[in-house]
């Protein structure tokens, strides 16, 4: 303790920190701008009926739902809330998309009800189809393992699209597990 108070004091007293060169906050201007990246994912704002179909079980019925995509932070990120049905049971998402200017990647942070943790993840886009192609991984509950998995969203049109997860083996397979094809609603059936 007596020598985080010595830490404290002396950092208290310290000359501050030297200005970010000109350099640097041309970097972070770089960084902070949008650009055709963000003007992609800003194309699928708005509210879409959904049609889900958990993949990894034969048989699986479709359910239907809805999701609201927004765009956040000034077009840097969009929000989709979706709600729907799985396993029976009340099914909510909660998905952020962005495109970061640094790295050149396209990133998601996925977050739903069925567990309390998150998918981080990046990629880009597929060159073949424009697919936007994101990998990251995930802790699985049920065997304590990390999981990773890969996302693919496909656009159709500017009224379709559709986002498919998969579960990649350790082998390079890849086992598709859900399925949500989004259809615009018109602007007087949105929520």
Same mark, same amino acid.
């Given at each position: 303790?007596?020598?985080?108070g010595?830490w404290?004091a ?13 350099? !640097?906050l041309?970097?972070w ?8 990246s963000?003007?992609r994912l800003?194309l699928?704002?708005?509210s879409?009926?959904?049609e !889900? ?10 359910a ?6 927004e ?14 049905q799985?396993?029976g ?8 998309l962005?495109y970061d ?5 396209y ?8 567990t ?5 993840a990046?990629?880009? $886009?597929r ?13 699985d ?9 890969r996302?693919?969203?496909?656009v ?6 559709? $986002?498919?997860l998969?579960d ?10 859900l399925?949500?094809?989004h259809?615009?609603l018109?602007?007087?059936?949105a929520?």
């Amino acid at each position: 303790m007596l020598l985080l108070g010595c830490w404290w004091a002396m950092t208290a007293s310290a000359e501050p920190a030297e200005p970010p060169k000109p350099s !640097a906050l041309e970097a972070w201007k770089t960084s902070a701008a949008t650009g055709a990246s963000h003007e992609r994912l800003g194309l699928l704002t708005g509210s879409w009926k959904v049609e !889900a179909q958990y993949l990894a079980q034969a048989g699986s019925p479709p359910a239907a739902g809805v999701a609201t995509i927004e765009a956040l932070l000034g077009g840097r990120t969009i929000e989709e809330r979706l709600s729907t049905q799985l396993f029976g049971q009340s099914y909510e998402v909660l998905y952020l998309l962005g495109y970061d200017n640094t790295r050149k990647k396209y990133w998601g942070i996925w977050i739903d009800n069925l567990t309390s943790a998150a998918t981080v993840a990046e990629g880009e $886009l597929r060159p073949a189809d424009g697919a936007l192609v994101l990998e990251g991984s995930y802790d699985d509950p049920a065997s304590g393992t990390r999981h990773t998995s890969r996302s693919e969203l496909i656009v159709e049109s500017e009224s379709a699209f559709t $986002l498919t997860l998969f579960d990649l083996g350790a082998d390079g397979s890849a086992r598709p597990s859900l399925r949500l094809r989004h259809t615009r609603l018109p602007v007087k059936e949105a929520h």
